[in-house]
């Protein structure tokens, strides 16, 4: 079955039962049977038309919210329930929202054959819970569109379709924090955390910090400033400064002593570099200038970096300097190059 009505006015049809023998086969329109009536029965019988009361059979679609206190995505023995959340069932042209219950259950029926997709709508914590709190889910896992939902086709009761939630409050200092127990389960939104307190200004602070340093000459390659080794005068030092009224650039240049200085707003954070010098090539053709300290870091950069809270001393940058041979290869100056900056820096 299905089979088309019976042209017969009287609604009769007739059965045939018909044994499977070497003389049954099917014919060749792939429609009709082949037999022997010796290996045949048959009954004649009528079938009224009526009405049907389920021509359209259903499916159940369930399962359960609960709380993945360890977030592992996975209902575990003592996780509780959630109730109040809203899950969202497609099927096919068909939106249906049911919430889970008190046992954090949900459930609905679909018609059978249909395509599902099942969703959960994420909660909010309420106008009554904390600040700045908020729900997030953690099972079923998030599929190849970003999604963490359940689809199908509804051939059988699907009891399973299990939604997974863990919610977070935050500190002292804004962050969030997994919490132990459920949060409430609201469709409105938690208020706004208040904003961190500024600190009152210290009355005794400084209202300034002194950035300096050394520039020298790293005879022996060390990265340090070694006693003996001589400094170098002229080398302009860029200082980066970030404040709350932004970013600006400014230069220190090195005194006879290599000494470098800088007063800064306390409390700028900043970052420091050496401005590489040129030699002069009327004298030293071909010479060139070196940086060796500080070290690089794990991104390459050879400066200093922190928040200008107190005075800090021993922010040194260290080179050396190269000559070139007759043979245009270069060989290390045991003295300081000259100094040399393009015109108009």
């Known amino acids: 079955m299905p089979f088309n009505d019976t042209p017969n006015p009287g609604g009769n049809y007739k059965a045939w039962l018909i044994a499977k023998t070497s003389n049954t086969n099917v014919a060749a329109d792939g429609i009709h049977i082949n037999f022997k009536n010796s290996d045949a029965k048959s009954e004649i019988f009528r079938a009224d ?42 099927a096919d042209s068909t939106v249906t929202i049911v919430a889970t219950s008190a046992s954090g259950v949900w459930s609905t029926t679909v018609p059978t054959g249909s ?9 909010y914590t309420g106008p009554d819970g904390e600040p700045g709190s908020y729900w997030q889910q953690t099972a079923p896992v998030i599929d190849n569109e970003g999604l963490q939902s359940y689809r199908g086709t509804a051939t059988a009761d699907q009891t399973n379709l299990d939604f997974g939630n863990i919610c977070f409050n935050l500190d002292g200092e804004g962050n969030p924090v997994a ?71 400014t230069f220190a240049t090195t005194d006879g002593s290599g000494n470098w200085s800088l007063t800064v707003p306390a409390g700028a954070q900043y970052i420091i570099s050496e401005y590489l010098p040129d030699t002069d090539p009327e004298v030293e053709p071909g010479g060139y200038w070196e940086q060796t300290a500080p070290l690089p870091n794990e991104e390459g950069f050879r400066g200093h970096s922190g928040t200008a809270s107190v005075d800090q001393s021993g922010l040194n940058f260290g080179n050396i300097c190269f000559h070139t041979d007759s043979g245009g290869n270069p060989f290390l100056s045991a003295t300081p190059c000259t100094v040399r900056y393009p015109a108009g820096l």
Request: proline share 13%; aromatic share 4%.
């Open 49 to 90: 038309s009526g009405s049907c009361s389920n021509c359209s059979p259903t499916t159940v679609l369930a399962g359960r919210k609960f709380y993945d206190a360890n977030a592992n995505g996975l209902l575990d023995e003592g996780e509780g329930a959630v109730a109040g959340v809203q899950i969202l069932i497609l």
């Open 115 to 123: 395509e599902y997709l099942v969703l959960e709508i994420p909660p």
């Open 179 to 249: 919490s132990s127990t459920p949060c409430p389960v609201s469709d409105v939104p938690p208020p706004d955390p208040m904003p961190t307190p500024t600190p009152t200004p210290c009355p005794d602070c400084s209202p300034t910090a002194v950035l300096s340093g050394t520039k020298f000459y790293d005879a022996n390659l060390n990265s340090l400033f070694d006693i003996g080794e001589v400094p170098v005068g002229g080398v302009q030092i860029a200082v980066i400064l970030t404040t709350g009224e932004g970013t600006t650039l």
